[in-house]
């Protein structure tokens, strides 16, 4: 276990932003993560995982904790389920592939996400019509208050849209060291009424899908409306799709008749922030080094160079112009640091 000091975290977060770390550690043993907290409980620490969804605009002066725990295996297998077990430092694609490669099914649809395991529930990660909720099981945790490791079952995760206790009232209290999945072992639950890829399936040819085709349908998708952050700094979706009740989407579509939306409930309906983004002429505006993608404009870019202070107050003047032309507020899917 290595302290390294004034070490640039633009390798570490996908929007490539250049901040540094005063002191950083990369956190490979639970042990050693107990180790840290009990030897320097009086230190401010900060917890990084794979950097996917947050911006930081700022140099930490707490320690960075990198948290690179490794590891994924079978616990045990049914005709009907597998439960598998991935480390918090697992990277979450790679983890996918491994399930798709055994024949596990459940995670086709979250293909291409960015980002690790240990930070998908938080976040309670989701695309095309899944969320992680619909397949996690429990996770273990370190309580770091008494440094004992206690599990999570998926009711106790309080799991709502790009939401979780890890984000509400357990914020800052529990590190994730590994997630269990329940997955399918036969008769797959396709999902492909979401988004493009019943037409993306279409285009190739396929007409009874695997989880397999399923899964290289997200990819191509996402592959052509998202920036790879190896390529082009970025975090994927910025802002949430916001919910309004049904009122306020009535008098929306009074002005905007071809609005796209999804009903939620009786009461409330869910309209892409995309759109609005869209439809407000953001997309695809360049602000120098930085911007909104071309492609996709719930994707704000760095196009090399630019600071989290760019990039967010960007999305502030996203917010302030969508609430002025649609009355409507988004919020960030992303942590802002």
């Known amino acids: 276990m290595q302290i390294q000091h004034n070490i640039s975290l633009k390798p570490y977060n996908t929007f490539g932003i250049d901040v540094k770390a005063k002191q950083f550690i990369s956190v490979t043993t639970i042990t050693d993560l107990k180790s840290i907290y009990s ?3 009086e230190v401010s620490k900060f917890i990084l995982g794979g950097g996917s969804n947050m911006l930081l605009t700022k140099d930490i002066e707490a320690l960075v904790l ?12 049914t005709e ?7 480390s918090a430092g697992e990277n979450w694609h790679e983890f996918v ?3 798709l490669d055994n024949n596990f099914g459940g995670l086709e649809n979250l293909s291409l996400i960015p980002g690790n395991v240990g930070t998908s529930p938080i ?12 397949t ?12 004992e490791i206690e599990t999570f079952k998926n009711s106790d995760c309080k799991f709502g849209y790009r939401n979780s206790i890890f984000k509400q009232e357990a914020k800052g209290k529990y590190i994730i060291l590994s997630v269990v999945f329940k997955l399918t072992t036969n008769n797959h639950v396709i999902h492909t009424n979401y988004g493009a890829i019943a037409s993306e399936l279409e285009q190739m040819q396929i007409s009874k899908p695997t989880i397999q085709d399923v899964s290289k349908a997200v990819i191509s998708i996402r592959k052509s409306k998202l920036p790879d952050p190896n390529d082009i700094g970025n975090s994927g979706s910025f802002f949430k799709n916001p919910m309004i009740c049904k009122d306020a989407f009535v008098k929306l579509q009074e002005n905007f008749p071809n609005v796209p939306h999804y009903v939620v409930s009786e009461d409330e309906v869910k309209v892409p922030a995309g759109w609005l983004i ?5 997309k695809g505006k360049s602000f120098g080094n930085y911007g909104v993608h071309k492609k996709q404009a719930l994707v704000l870019v760095n196009y090399g160079g630019a600071s ?18 649609f009355d409507i507020t988004i919020e960030a899917e992303v942590n802002i640091i």
Do not use: M, P
């Open 39 to 41: 030897e320097r409980r």
């Open 66 to 77: 990198h948290i690179n725990l490794k590891g994924k295996h079978i616990i045990s297998q």
């Open 80 to 86: 009907d389920y597998a439960f598998v077990k991935a």
């Open 97 to 99: 592939l491994w399930t």
């Open 123 to 134: 976040q309670n990660i989701g695309a095309y019509g899944v969320e992680l909720k619909d």
């Open 136 to 147: 996690f099981y429990s996770c273990d945790v370190l309580n770091l208050d008494t440094l």
């Open 278 to 282: 869209e439809t407000a002429g953001f």
């Open 308 to 325: 989290g202070h760019d990039i967010l107050e960007l999305s502030k003047l996203i917010q302030h112009t969508i609430l002025r032309l």
